[in-house]
């Protein structure tokens, strides 16, 4: 039995899922958080988060690195963690500092900060000659207007330090640039409260679909598990609203994306004791990456994952945190894809009605989550706001995106918002 340090997590479904993969493992954790009650909140009534389940619950302040790395020094003897992990973006470089200065398995901690500052990640792909789009940072308002007339409109204005498509618009013209520049310094502090960059990224607009690359890495080999679609709406905003895996891309586009995405890992130096989402833009000019993520993919695209291949991506997240070679064997579950659909509000207000959904236990129905009536809706303008999601599989071939559209068009059909 190994005992994990998990620090900090989202509150969607990987706080749920990690909890479950450490303990179906034979291991134990020790969750620390700096605020309980983000947990507590988070729970249906009645019942306790699993993270909160945890064999020692530790409150110490986790954005305060400088004090927490003593602290848990003092308490490793004691307490003896054998890995970290954190399913938070936010938490990823803190829990990487952690796992170097006790020993304990894990990347370099510098390479995990370059992968969750989007500005360090372009300028270290294109020092390895990584093709990609152009791009600017700047934090002056001058320096970005004339920046943005450089690589000219339409382009994509970015945070280097948020996550969810938080704030990442599309602007067209200079008084939009101005509005999402606006945007962005009125909100200083994310949402665990660590204090932002001030500087904005610039970057041309890419053409093309845009995929991920789901990959685990140990002991210097990278694996690819396979490749995700993505469907985005929303615009100017970047919502995610779909993904379907396997991704219906020829053999050519699949090995393009994958060997993007392996040396996107490279130049990160994340090939060892890494599970990572890898975003490219299938451009008409080739595969150009987005993003570089050091975790398993958010949005249910793990359990997406798990229902075509039968590998366990949260799993795996755990085995390569305690230095051990993940289990990456795949396994007929019956099924030749599997999608996903999100309900996503355009616009604010009180959730009236739904219209009617598929049966739960409709056989191709995997997940079916929908808000109640009542619930307070905003518009949504990142991937934080949905009101459900729909999963289902196809075991057939690529047709479970279609099945999953069509039932979402039946509950959308009956959505009131007042």
């Known amino acids: 039995m190994a005992h994990l340090l998990v620090v900090e997590s989202w509150v969607g479904s990987m706080s749920r899922l990690l909890p479950r993969a450490i303990r179906e493992g034979g291991h134990e954790f020790t969750f620390l958080t700096r605020d309980l009650h983000h947990y507590l909140r988070s729970a249906p009534e009645g019942t306790a988060h699993p993270l909160l389940a945890a064999r020692h619950v530790l409150t110490a302040d986790t954005n305060d690195t400088a004090a927490l790395l003593p602290l848990l020094e003092r308490l490793h003897p004691v307490l003896g963690f054998d890995g970290v992990v954190t399913s938070c973006d936010y938490y990823l470089p803190t829990a990487a500092r952690i796992a170097g200065h006790l020993g304990l398995p894990g990347p370099r901690p510098e390479a995990v900060e370059n992968a969750c500052r989007k500005d360090a990640t372009r300028r270290i792909l294109a020092d390895a000659g990584l093709p990609g789009p152009r791009f600017a940072v700047h934090e002056e308002w001058a320096d970005l207007a004339g920046a943005a007339r450089r690589i000219g409109y339409p382009l994509v204005v970015k945070p280097v330090d948020l996550c969810a498509g938080m704030y990442v618009r599309r602007v067209d013209d200079e008084t939009q640039l101005a509005a999402a520049v606006r945007a962005l310094a009125d909100y200083p502090v994310n949402a665990r409260g660590q204090r932002r960059t001030p500087v904005v990224m610039l ?22 598990v396979g490749v995700t679609d993505k469907s985005v709406g929303g615009a100017p905003a970047f919502i995610e609203t779909g993904h379907m895996f396997p991704a219906a891309l020829t053999a050519a586009e699949t090995e393009a994306a994958e060997q993007t995405a392996l040396a996107a890992l490279k130049a990160l130096d994340l090939t060892d004791g890494v599970v990572a989402h890898t975003e490219i833009k299938l451009t008409s000019e080739g595969p150009r990456v987005v993003e570089v993520n050091p975790r398993p993919a958010g949005n249910r695209i793990t359990e997406l994952v798990r229902h075509v291949t039968g590998i366990d991506l949260a799993a795996a997240f755990v085995d390569v945190a305690l230095g051990r070679a993940p289990d990456l064997r795949r396994s ?13 509000p355009h616009t604010a207000g009180t959730l009236a009605s739904l219209g009617g959904g598929p049966p739960r236990d409709a056989p191709d129905v995997l997940e079916l989550q929908l808000a109640e009536p009542g619930k307070q809706v905003k518009a949504a303008g990142s991937n934080n706001e949905y009101l459900g999601h729909i999963m289902a599989g196809d075991p057939a071939g690529t047709g479970a995106r279609g099945r999953v559209e069509a039932l979402l068009a039946e509950v959308r059909s009956g959505l009131v918002i007042r």
Do not use: K
């Open 203 to 224: 970057e041309e607009m890419l053409d093309g679909p845009e995929v991920s690359v789901e990959t685990v890495s140990h002991a210097g080999t990278v694996e690819v």
């Open 332 to 344: 007929d579950t019956g099924l030749r894809s599997a999608a996903i659909g999100f309900l996503v």
